[in-house]
């Protein structure tokens, strides 16, 4: 059973349009949603991150929106520059003491110039 | 300096053989995490822990064993290596507290083959 999905699979964007990338989830419970990005051959790091207290974080280029009634949340990234070329994974933890994040399938972005 | 490493940075092995997979991390944590990552799944947890001397199986278990001897320290174990076990294997750390230092830390994997 797959908790967290992303849409869609991949996408591609010119540079300076704005990427949207797609994540829904089921269990309620979930209590911390952070984004992910991983560059080829690299690891993956924590982009931006949001708890359901918000409906909007933002941090530079990359804000995501949520929304907790229908169980979904947005990153969307403005301006996009190549440098954005990467997968994005999105994230959910459970609420309670278990620290686990259940990952998205990932969305692979490619910014063409 | 890198605060998450992983021994080794790749292998390959062979079906039948057994592997293990080390982890070592600086940043003080309680909590660490065990991946593989394949083309289409994303990151599937396999084992984790959030003391010496025990670990938790995660969602993807079945074929593996996880050892924390110290806090620093957590190994995968693959005692039969199969060629469905071919993957890259992350390693990662968190505080897991739930506040602010919930971000996970990730070592630059293992790239494993099974022949």
């Known amino acids: 059973q797959q908790q967290v999905r992303q849409s869609p699979q991949s996408l591609t964007v010119w540079e300076g349009e704005t990427a949207i990338l797609n994540c829904s989830y089921e269990?309620?419970?979930?209590?911390?949603f952070p984004w992910y990005w991983q560059f080829p051959r690299e690891s993956p790091a924590l982009l931006i991150a949001?708890?359901?207290?918000?409906n909007k974080k933002e941090d530079g280029r990359f804000t995501i929106f949520f929304n907790k009634r229908e169980k979904k949340l947005s990153l969307h990234i403005t301006d996009s520059q190549p440098g954005d070329s990467a997968t994005y994974f999105c994230?959910?933890?459970?609420?309670?003491?278990?620290?686990?994040?259940?990952f998205g399938k990932g969305t692979k972005l490619s910014v063409k110039s | 300096e890198a605060a998450v490493t992983q021994s080794p940075r790749s292998k390959v092995a062979v079906t039948g053989g057994k592997v293990t997979l080390s982890c070592h991390q600086t940043?003080?944590?309680?909590?660490m995490y065990w991946y593989r990552q394949d083309t289409g799944h994303g990151l599937r947890l396999i084992h984790y822990?959030?003391?010496?001397?025990?670990?938790e199986k995660g969602d993807i278990p079945d074929g593996y064993k996880a050892s924390r001897p110290s806090q620093e320290n957590f190994s995968l174990i693959l005692e039969l290596a199969s060629l469905s076990q071919t993957a890259v294997y992350f390693c990662?750390?968190?505080?897991?507290?739930?506040?602010?230092?919930?971000?996970?830390?990730f070592g630059p994997g293992t790239r494993l083959l099974v022949l």
């Open positions: 990662a750390s968190s505080d897991g507290l739930g506040g602010r230092e919930d971000t996970q830390y």
């Open positions: 994230a959910a933890r459970a609420g309670g003491s278990n620290a686990k994040l259940t």
């Open positions: 269990d309620s419970t979930f209590d911390y």
């Open positions: 949001i708890r359901p207290v918000s």
């Open positions: 822990s959030y003391v010496a001397d025990s670990t």
């Open positions: 940043n003080n944590h309680d909590y």
